[in-house]
């Protein structure tokens, strides 16, 4: 779905991120891995055509991003980004409808497909019941949510059936749980997995949070002083030997017996 070949990007004369290549499957949940300032996020940016890349290809669905507009990428991808600041409020429902800017024609407004397409995007986050209410009063997993919740109504479109359906959507999602509390990180781990396996929806994550990483995602990528240390499947790459290498520290992982899934537990530093 999208292929990044030998790309590597400067702030004026910094290198930030040097030779990366790497694939995301179309229905994929990647995490991106790696300390302060090791190049998460202007990844991200690459990846959304935010940024350009100094040398190499980044592709989506066979086409290169610089031969896209802003409109087209915008269309098969949407960026939730770690925090989101208004000028003005707005309600939930007004919120989500932002998301339609890229299908709408100058000057248009949002029609009732539109609204239609917004309120199964609320649905599919589970916060539909919000719609009438102000952003700025909600809580910080609710919000984090209606952005989400946003960045769909930005992907789907309507199918013969009249039912939202994603077109070729991809998530990339920066630090979605940071400065969330336990519950609400699990609300944003629950819409999210829902999103990928009920909606087909392709999830690039950065995170910080290791413990995420092992629940969520289903491939790794790992990165370190701007150049890719590991990628592969979670169970292979998510290794002590890989932690200890990006972070400098030891931890131990294991899998949980009763859930299934991969824990890592941060020891101490090397």
Not at 42 to 61: A, C, V
Not at 170 to 181: G, I, N, Q, V
Not at 241 to 258: F, P
């Amino acid at each position: 779905m999208l292929n990044c070949e030998n790309i590597s990007f400067c702030y004026e004369s910094k290198t930030v991120l040097r030779e990366i290549s790497l694939r995301i499957r179309r229905g994929e949940r990647t995490a991106v891995l790696g300390p302060n300032g090791s190049g998460k996020t202007t990844l991200l940016g690459l990846f959304g055509g935010l940024l350009k890349p100094k040398n190499g290809r980044i592709t989506l669905s066979g086409i290169d991003l610089a031969d896209m507009s802003p409109t087209q990428i915008a269309r098969r991808l949407a960026i939730v980004p770690q925090e989101t600041r208004l000028t003005f409020d707005y309600s939930v429902l007004q919120m989500t409808l932002m998301g339609r800017y890229p299908h709408l024609k100058r000057f248009e407004h949002e029609g009732l497909d539109d609204y239609k397409i917004a309120r199964e995007a609320l649905a599919a986050t589970g916060i539909s019941q919000l719609e009438d209410r102000s952003y700025k009063t909600l809580s910080g997993g609710e919000k984090q949510r209606v952005v989400i919740a946003s960045a769909l109504t930005q992907l789907w479109q309507l199918k013969d059936s009249q039912k939202p359906s994603p077109n070729e959507g991809l998530l990339l999602l920066d630090e979605p749980t940071a400065s969330l509390d336990i519950g609400y990180q699990l609300d944003i781990i629950k819409a999210l997995l829902i999103l990928n396996e009920n909606h087909k929806t392709t999830l690039v994550i950065s995170t910080h949070d290791l413990g995420l990483a092992a629940r969520l995602s289903d491939e790794i990528i790992m990165i370190r002083h701007g150049r890719l240390l590991a990628t592969g499947p979670t169970e292979n790459t998510l290794t002590r030997e890989t932690i200890r290498d990006l972070y400098d520290i030891e931890a131990e992982v294991h899998r949980n017996q009763e859930t299934g899934h991969l824990m890592v537990v941060p020891l101490a530093r090397k």
